[in-house]
């Protein structure tokens, strides 16, 4: 039988299909997400469990007259494939291919970019009162799944349109996952007769719950939705991981995302290698921790996952918090947790800290609390692409009075820098990268759970012409650089915040420094570094490398850091830039 989906090239021509046709549309595009996901990873269970969903909303809206506003946007692969972009599939999250959520800039049906959770009820509504203001037709439809539904934006969002009476539509997308099982009592609610009275009272005209994988119902109550002039909910009950055994049975570790998998002899055959990741060895050195000091707690907004928590949330089930997709809340959650003497450990993406500044200045470190915020993803993250980088941590929190701020080079490093910040008074904050651990010189391989100050010298040349002062894993790249160099030093700045000014000076006495660290340069280590010999009028010429001032896309994280000069290479062609420049002048 001739496939359909080669004949789909946009939103109409799946309303030209006979209903009758839709099933197998659905089959098609699953086989399609199973496919493309197979050859090059992605969000698998969320775009599996809203198939159908996609589909109907597509049958009964005219994207892009009428917007669809998805939430995150990773579940969104059926739009992408229904919407011009199937034969592109193949370069899904790669560089220079299609964006790993939604981009407007890659097709006029994403009506909004997102990758952070949260956001579509507020953004729909925004879009509805806009198009309002400029006289121009359309319905808007926010798709908001069951977990970022424990986000605070969506409450506020909810809020307002129950307020304002406009006809937005919001499509709950209900599967009771979260990445792992959602959390709180709003999701359990959800399950019960509660829902309709919860909405009700919000100012919405609540529709279902309907079976997210019937067509014919989705169908009848999407064109009620779209019938309805004030603000109404459709309540969508979907599986995630839906028409795919592994991901079904396997919701938490293979469902969400992943990488590019085998599919042999009825199972599910993936490796990553066996290598130790960063998040891993954190987890390891927070257990130690915690079976040593009954005041260590972890909280987690929503990425036990991804933070490598879930054996320790077992092992501890009083002492690991997963509080939900709510940044804000986990932050002042641990500043309530560290109020009453306990020592909070949060362990939160960088990316997705951004959404609690406020709280981290105002509920922690105003009043001086001793929160540590392990901050994960810090850096270049890869496929994830430009919502995910973590560049903006060092920068945006180093200015924040009495946050120390501390990075380690090696997984060695850790349980020396998780002492260090049980034994400070107030806050502060260690960030580490995604990925496995790299391997070490010998110099950094010892590991010490003993509290450390300062920075460390990993190449000191006697007579040095040019030193390297790096944050993190860098530390690595730029003793390569320097190895077949003997009058080139190496050291390893360790903390941003408080800096250590002794040995920057003495570094920068050699009158040449690059100084790296995977961030923004603007306001990072290299910032600091510059303001402290202005402020001593120490003359040297000074190179910063970091993460560009543009937002980085999708693409390998280890081909972006040779593109970007953030690699060993990379570190010695500016040292023998700054080394030729010296000599020109
Ligand atoms: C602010 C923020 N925090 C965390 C994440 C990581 N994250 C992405 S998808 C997801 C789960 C979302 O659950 P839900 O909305 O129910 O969608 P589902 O995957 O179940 O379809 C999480 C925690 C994020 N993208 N944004
Ligand atoms: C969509 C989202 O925000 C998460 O699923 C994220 O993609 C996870 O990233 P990691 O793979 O780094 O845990
Ligand atoms: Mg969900």
């Known amino acids: 039988m001739e496939r359909l989906l080669p004949r789909i090239h946009s939103p109409r021509d799946v309303r030209a299909l006979p209903e009758s046709e839709l099933p197998r549309l659905c089959e098609e595009l699953r086989e399609e997400i199973i496919a493309v996901c197979g050859r090059v990873g992605g969000h698998l269970g969320a775009?599996?469990?809203?198939?159908?969903?996609?589909?109907?909303?597509h049958r009964v809206f005219h994207s892009p007259q009428d917007a669809l506003v998805f939430d995150v946007g990773h579940q969104t692969y059926a739009h992408k494939l229904l919407t011009g972009r199937r034969e592109r599939m193949d370069t899904l999250r790669q560089a220079g291919g299609i964006a790993p959520f939604l981009d407007p800039r890659e097709s006029p049906h994403d009506a909004l970019a997102a990758g952070h959770a949260s956001t579509a009820v507020s953004a729909g509504l925004g879009m509805l009162q806009g198009r309002r203001l400029r006289g121009l037709p359309g319905h808007v439809v926010a798709v908001v799944g069951d977990g970022a539904l424990t986000g605070g934006l969506a409450f506020e969002g909810l809020n307002n349109t129950g307020g304002t009476?406009?006809?937005?539509v919001v499509v709950l997308n209900d599967n009771q996952m979260s990445i792992s099982a959602n959390v709180g009592a709003i999701p359990a609610l959800l399950r019960t007769h509660e829902a309709r009275a919860f909405f009700e009272g919000l100012g919405f005209t609540y529709l279902g719950p309907v079976d997210g994988h019937d067509l014919p119902?989705?169908?009848?109550t999407l064109r009620e939705a779209r019938a309805s002039s004030r603000p109404v909910v459709v309540h969508a009950l979907t599986k995630k991981g839906r028409g795919f055994p592994p991901a079904e049975a396997d919701l938490q570790t293979r469902g969400h995302a992943m990488g590019p998998y085998e599919w042999r002899d009825g199972k599910l055959v993936r490796s990553r290698g066996g290598h130790r990741t960063f998040s891993e060895a954190f987890a390891a050195a927070l257990d130690a921790l915690m079976a040593r000091d009954a005041r260590v707690v972890a909280v987690t907004p929503a990425m036990l996952e991804g933070s490598a928590l879930v054996e320790l949330q077992r092992r501890y089930p009083e002492r690991v918090f997963d509080v939900g997709i709510a940044e804000q809340h986990a932050v002042t959650f641990c500043a309530g947790l560290a109020a009453t003497g306990l020592r909070p450990v949060c362990a939160i993406y960088s990316t997705f800290l951004q959404r609690a500044y406020d709280q981290i200045i105002h509920d922690v470190c105003l009043p001086g609390l001793p929160v540590l915020f392990a901050v994960d993803r810090a850096g270049l993250v890869g496929a994830?692409?430009?919502?995910?980088?973590?560049?903006?941590?060092?920068?945006?929190?180093?200015?924040?009075?009495?946050?120390?701020?501390?990075?380690?080079?090696?997984?060695?490093?850790?349980?020396?820098?998780?002492?260090?910040?049980?034994?400070?008074?107030?806050?502060?904050?260690l960030r580490f990268p995604r990925g496995t651990l790299p391997e070490a010189p010998p110099a950094l391989s010892v590991e010490s759970p003993e509290p450390v100050r300062g920075a460390r010298w990993v190449k000191r040349a006697p007579r040095a012409r040019i030193t390297f002062i790096t944050l993190g894993p860098f530390a690595l790249s730029a003793w390569e650089a320097a190895s077949a160099e003997p009058d080139?030093?190496?050291?390893?700045?360790?903390?941003?915040?408080?800096l250590d000014e002794a040995a920057v000076l003495e570094a920068a006495a050699c009158g040449r420094?690059?100084?790296?660290?995977?961030?923004?340069?603007?306001?990072?280590?290299?910032?600091?570094?510059?303001?402290?010999?202005?402020?001593?009028?120490?003359?040297?010429?000074?190179?910063?490398?970091?993460?560009?001032?543009?937002?980085?896309?999708?693409?390998?994280?280890?081909?972006?850091?040779?593109?970007?000069?953030l690699d060993a290479a990379g570190l010695r062609r500016a040292a023998l830039a700054l080394l030729a420049e010296g000599k020109a002048s």
């Open 165 to 168: 009476h406009l006809p937005l």
């Open 384 to 429: 994830d692409g430009a919502t995910h980088q973590g560049a903006y941590d060092v920068a945006s929190l180093r200015p924040i009075p009495g946050l120390t701020v501390m990075a380690p080079v090696t997984g060695e490093d850790l349980p020396g820098l998780l002492a260090t910040a049980l034994s400070l008074e107030g806050p502060s904050l």
């Open 47 to 57: 775009s599996l469990g809203a198939v159908e969903l996609i589909v109907a909303l």
């Open 488 to 498: 080139w030093s190496v050291l390893d700045a360790r903390f941003v915040s408080p």
């Open 513 to 565: 420094l690059v100084v790296a660290e995977e961030g923004t340069t603007r306001g990072g280590l290299g910032s600091a570094v510059l303001e402290l010999l202005a402020a001593k009028q120490v003359p040297a010429r000074v190179t910063l490398l970091g993460m560009p001032d543009t937002f980085v896309p999708h693409g390998d994280a280890r081909v972006q850091r040779a593109e970007l000069g």
């Open 217 to 220: 119902a989705l169908l009848h």
